[in-house]
């Protein structure tokens, strides 16, 4: 069996001059990027370098919306309605599209940040307002999140392609929504746990939650946090163990 598969990495997230992830060099083994749009980091600057040095190493280029929250890193909740979600998550693929378009390439894809992409997971309606929003701005565009969501169901019933996302540097709940990074289990550290886990999730189709259960997966694209000071390494370590094991990295835009 054929397997093909892409890596992400959450990208362009500096601000000014706070420096955050080490993007020149995890662009190197990853096949898509999530690139922050300015509301929970990223700022026009860090944009513009962001999706220029993803043109020049061929990584297809997503954008990243989130909530307006830079103090927060947009990873607190925030009590906002559908209707203003929908308008945020336009407004920042705008703003990424057209660097994109500047530097003679495409918008591939969309994946909500944080608290956004958690809260979507289980909100039907906050899922469905950024689905809406998404279709609104291109139909095209392949929407990502976690399998089995809320925000998988709102996509297909928009009629958005829908990319199966699982996490390299993530533990899970039986539910197999992520454990909050609130508690001290929720990253995994182990780049030889990470890799073993990521194959199997794969090629078994399930990945071991926080309690020892398995959970059912699929898997499109797998992420690696670029703010994770591992995250290099866990990104070079997980292609090159796909790679010997006869799974093909490419973009989700050419296999979805």
């Known amino acids: 069996m054929k397997y093909r598969v892409d890596i992400n990495s959450d990208i362009g997230e500096s601000f000014g001059v706070y420096k955050i992830g080490m993007d020149e060099e995890i662009v190197k083994y990853i096949s898509s990027a999530n690139i922050a749009c300015g509301f929970h980091a990223g700022d026009p600057i860090v944009m513009a370098n962001t999706v220029e040095r993803c043109a020049k190493n061929k990584v297809a280029v997503g954008a990243h919306p989130g909530f307006p929250d830079l103090l927060g890193f947009g990873r607190r909740n925030i009590d906002v ?9 336009i407004y920042q693929i705008g703003a990424l599209q057209a660097f994109a378009i500047s530097n003679g390439i495409k918008l591939q894809h969309v994946k909500a940040h944080g608290a956004l992409y958690n809260m979507a ?4 309606k906050l899922a469905i307002a950024i689905a809406e929003a998404i279709a609104s701005v291109n139909e095209n565009l392949i929407c990502v999140g976690m399998a089995n969501t809320a925000m998988q169901m709102a996509a297909e019933k928009v009629g958005l392609r829908f990319a199966c996302e699982v996490f390299a540097d993530r533990n899970i709940n039986p539910d197999g929504t992520l454990v909050s990074r609130k508690l001290p289990n929720a990253i995994i550290h182990d780049e030889e746990l990470a890799c073993r886990r990521v194959l199997r999730m794969i090629k078994e189709g399930v990945c071991e939650a926080i309690d020892g259960s398995l959970v059912k997966v699929k898997v499109d694209t797998i992420c690696v946090h670029g703010d994770n000071p591992q ?9 090159k163990t796909l790679e010997e094991n006869g799974v093909e990295i490419i973009p989700i835009g050419e296999f979805l």
């Open 81 to 89: 309605s559908p209707t203003d979600v929908k308008n945020y998550i």
């Open 121 to 124: 997971a289980t909100d039907e």
């Open 231 to 239: 995250a290099v390494e866990f990104a070079k370590r997980i292609k």
